[in-house]
């Protein structure tokens, strides 16, 4: 059964910093590994998608790493701004799992 | 193009009745999923649909069940309601087959109060 693990569960950051959320699965048989961010009371937005095939995936400031050999993935957000404020979710696709497999986010706080 | 949607946003039920929740995908998209979330629990998968058939089904008793129409929109069912039954519904569209490969979409959320 896939276990997907996200720590920190909460991080607090000052404006402009650069910084590292991590992602740990227990199954490395994934077909994929979504990233969403998730705004108090609303629905998930994608935020980048890694096949299996590769190793990395980047969109703006965001930039997302996949190692299925340790079972890992980081999102890593460059020059944090106070809207990058959310919560942030992992999830793996596959891995002798039907649907996707959630962390339980870490919860993302960036101070103006 | 416009996003998911779902109906009803906000829902407040009793005990022992029955609820039906409506998704509508992205145009185009054919996979409809359906994950309940808990502060406890997370967000867990119920199932998912693809072209009006039941692919998969996650953990989760008989109460809860689903349908697919020939338009791609989805209906999930839960019957005789539980205190526990409380949560966050999200429902997820993709292209083709679901989380395997695509990126899912995610809707609003119903939520749902079990009184």
């Known amino acids: 059964k896939q276990e997907v693990t996200q720590i920190p569960a909460a991080l607090s950051v000052p404006e402009g910093e650069n910084l590292v959320l991590n992602c740990s699965f227990t199954d490395s048989a994934i077909y994929n590994l979504q990233w969403f961010r998730q705004d108090p009371g609303k629905g998930l937005t994608s935020l980048l998608l890694i096949q299996s095939s590769q190793r990395e995936q980047t969109s703006g400031r965001l930039n997302a790493s996949l190692d299925k050999s340790s079972g890992r993935s980081t999102l890593y957000i460059a020059a944090s701004q106070p809207g990058d404020s959310a919560t942030y979710l992992c999830a793996g696709g596959g891995g002798g799992a039907d649907g996707l497999t959630f962390g339980k986010g870490t919860h993302l706080i960036i101070q103006p | 193009k416009a996003g998911v949607t779902q109906t009803p946003r906000y829902l407040i039920k009793t005990r022992g009745q029955q609820v039906t929740l409506s998704c509508s995908p992205i145009s185009g998209h054919r996979s409809v999923s359906w994950y309940q979330q808990t502060p406890g629990q997370g967000l867990q998968f119920l199932f998912e649909y693809f072209s009006e058939t039941q692919r998969n089904k996650g953990n989760f008793p008989g109460r809860f069940s689903g349908r697919q129409f020939s338009n791609s929109r989805s209906e999930m069912n839960v019957s005789t309601l539980e205190l526990g039954d409380s949560a966050l519904y999200l429902c997820?569209?993709?292209?083709?087959?679901?989380?395997?490969?695509?990126?899912?979409?995610f809707g609003p959320g119903t939520r749902l109060t079990v009184l």
């Open positions: 997820a569209s993709s292209f083709s087959s679901g989380s395997k490969t695509d990126t899912q979409y």
